[in-house]
């Protein structure tokens, strides 16, 4: 094969037993979890925000932000659950530029997969150990959902993941909601397929053992808009869009109809600065339909310390080495909108 194999990583058990969650921690992510899945069944009423960078590149940057979000969160605790983004594996379009924090602990170092995948651990404990927050993170490599699983309270299956079995398969085996977005193609069919599979009992080779899931009821939609024939974003947040979900939902024999809207990507054609009249718009939905109400469970909004986004190597602390992102004062503001509008 034209690879080199550098090292044997260590499996996620000797990771754990390394790095290990205490029993405070574990009764976080229960609570959490329980949670999340009522909003999800219907149970709660509350809306669900995942927020945050859209790369964590950094862990001091990244916790002062979640600092700053507890603090908020517990003002708005009773209209909304407020789950921190910390997405430290990051898709690349065309292969290029930074992959997240599993490849590069240090963005401006050469990549070490095995620094990676304790620096993304200790990350996620700091979250729910010193904040309280169980957190989101996207499966962009199945496989390595187990070194968080004891950890997460959300998990994104990217655009460009969706059609991928294994992602399908992984998914029916977690015990999270898992959110499966639109193609970039903008086929629903295919993200309902996703839903579809997810939600069913498999067998399959994981990790080179013979796995069982049981299925996954909270696994839902997410839509994030799509990219036409022209390469031009288009979004898919407006009613029109956000009916056809519903429908497709009437048409299936799914658990727990559930839609998240990711603001950002191709629904904002990552102008971040977007993503609060995106979200007004979507609030405006629910209120004018109770099928709608019901079904829009929350949102994705990608923010950060500072607007924007800088290049790798950039010295801006706290902005994006990805996509640009929202700054904390626009946050906090429209963290703030959201809870006086439910």
């Known amino acids: 094969m034209n690879m080199e194999f550098e090292r044997k990583l260590a499996i996620p058990m000797e990771v754990k037993e390394r790095f290990p969650v205490t029993a405070a921690m574990e009764a976080t992510v ?34 002062d932000y979640i600092g700053r979000l507890r603090t908020v969160s517990d003002k708005v605790k009773e209209k909304l659950f407020i789950v921190p983004r910390i997405y430290t594996n990051k898709p690349r379009t065309n292969g290029d530029g930074y992959k997240g924090l599993l490849h590069q602990p240090d963005p401006n170092g050469k990549p070490d997969l095995y620094q ?34 004891d950890l997460l309270a959300y998990v994104a299956v990217g655009a460009r993941s969706v059609e991928d079995q294994q992602h399908r398969l992984t998914a029916s085996g977690v015990e999270v909601p898992v959110g499966m977005k639109n193609p970039t193609s903008g086929d629903l069919t295919i993200m309902m397929n996703a839903i579809h599979t997810a939600q069913g009992k498999h067998s399959f080779i994981y990790r080179g053992w013979a796995a069982h899931s049981e299925g996954n009821p909270l696994a839902h939609a997410i839509l ?33 109809p559930a839609l998240i809207v990711d603001t950002n990507h191709a ?26 109400r019901k079904l829009v469970k929350g949102f994705m909004v990608e923010s950060y310390l500072l607007d924007g986004n800088q290049p790798v ?30």
């Open 30 to 63: 229960q609570q959490r979890a329980e949670a999340l899945r009522k909003i999800f069944c219907g149970e709660d009423d509350r809306l669900v925000l995942i927020i945050g960078p859209c790369s964590a590149d950094r862990e001091d940057s990244v916790l």
């Open 116 to 149: 990676g995948i304790i620096s993304t651990r200790s990350l996620h404990m700091h979250a729910v150990r010193d904040y309280g927050f169980s957190c989101a993170d996207e499966m962009l490599y199945p496989e390595n959902h187990k070194y968080l699983d």
């Open 224 to 256: 994030r808009g799509y990219t036409n024939k022209q390469g031009h974003a288009m979004p898919n947040y407006h009613y029109e869009d956000l009916r056809r979900v519903c429908d497709l939902y009437a048409e299936s024999n799914l658990l727990h």
């Open 267 to 292: 629904n904002s054609g990552k102008d971040p600065f977007e993503q609060p009249r995106i979200v007004r718009e979507v609030l405006g939905c629910r209120r004018d339909s109770d099928d709608l």
């Open 313 to 342: 190597g950039g010295t801006c602390y706290g902005q994006s080495i990805t996509d640009p992102c929202l700054g904390w004062e626009k946050t906090e503001r429209l963290i703030y909108d959201i809870a006086d509008a439910l």
